[in-house]
């Protein structure tokens, strides 16, 4: 079966890291470029950032530019989300995405539950 | 960033009627539009790319039009499995940005 499994959220304090992980299985991930995407509570879906196969192109939402890194580890089929400097607003489902041709994001995660709350 | 205007954000419906929902964009970005479907807890799924190309597996009730910059999703009739949040999201360019959704409820 062709998936992606989120994890690593948590309950983190404003300030704090997490670093989120996306397992594929089932599709060999060295051939798509990947997403993630986040879902504040009671709210709509928010892109916040993209990698190329090869890592050389990475894009960031103004939102978590500066404090989100992403990143590949084509070998382990995994991309990794990690996040610094954490916010009350960072608080959110983070759902990862294969990408389809930059045309459509066709496999998605679960999602993994990030609460930045003192 | 481009701005996706969905309209409207929420809508009451009966089993059988045809439904349209509405995507607009803050500049043209050609047929660069999909739609994805969101039911409570789950993620989202995709179901319209590039304007109008039905993914696999999709019932074909669920069709997509449009271009430049004004974009439709439509039902042609709503089954009970239908009843969840529609979200347009353009990829013409980053950072790529979604619609607010629109939630469809039953009347």
């Known amino acids: 079966e062709v998936q992606v499994v989120e994890s690593g959220g948590g309950l983190v304090q404003p300030g704090g890291s997490l670093r989120l992980s996306c397992a594929a299985s089932?599709?060999?991930?060295?051939?798509?470029?990947m997403n993630w995407v986040r879902q504040a509570p009671g709210k709509g879906l928010e892109w916040i950032s993209y990698i190329t196969r090869s890592s050389r192109t990475i894009y960031y939402a103004d939102s978590v530019k500066g404090r989100f890194t992403l990143s590949r580890d084509n070998a382990k089929n995994s991309v990794y989300l990690q996040m610094n400097s954490l916010r009350d607003e960072d608080t959110a489902v983070y759902y990862c995405a294969r990408d389809r041709n930059e045309e459509a994001f066709d496999i998605w995660g679960q999602g993994t539950m990030v609460t930045v709350s003192s | 960033a481009i701005q996706m205007t969905q309209s409207p954000s929420s809508l009451s419906a009966s089993v059988g009627d045809r439904v349209t929902i509405t995507c607009r964009a803050s500049q043209d970005i050609r047929n660069d539009l999909g739609w994805y479907q969101q039911k409570p807890g789950k993620a989202p799924k995709l179901l319209i790319y590039a304007t109008s190309s039905l993914e696999s597996g999709v019932p074909s009730r669920f069709s997509g039009s449009g271009s430049g910059t004004d974009f439709t999703l439509t039902i042609s009739s709503l089954q009970p499995e239908d009843f969840a949040t529609y979200y347009c999201?353009?990829?013409?360019?980053?950072?790529?940005?979604f619609g607010q959704g629109t939630k469809v409820e039953i009347k």
């Open positions: 999201l353009q990829d013409w360019n980053y950072p790529r940005t």
């Open positions: 089932g599709f060999t991930i060295n051939t798509y470029s």
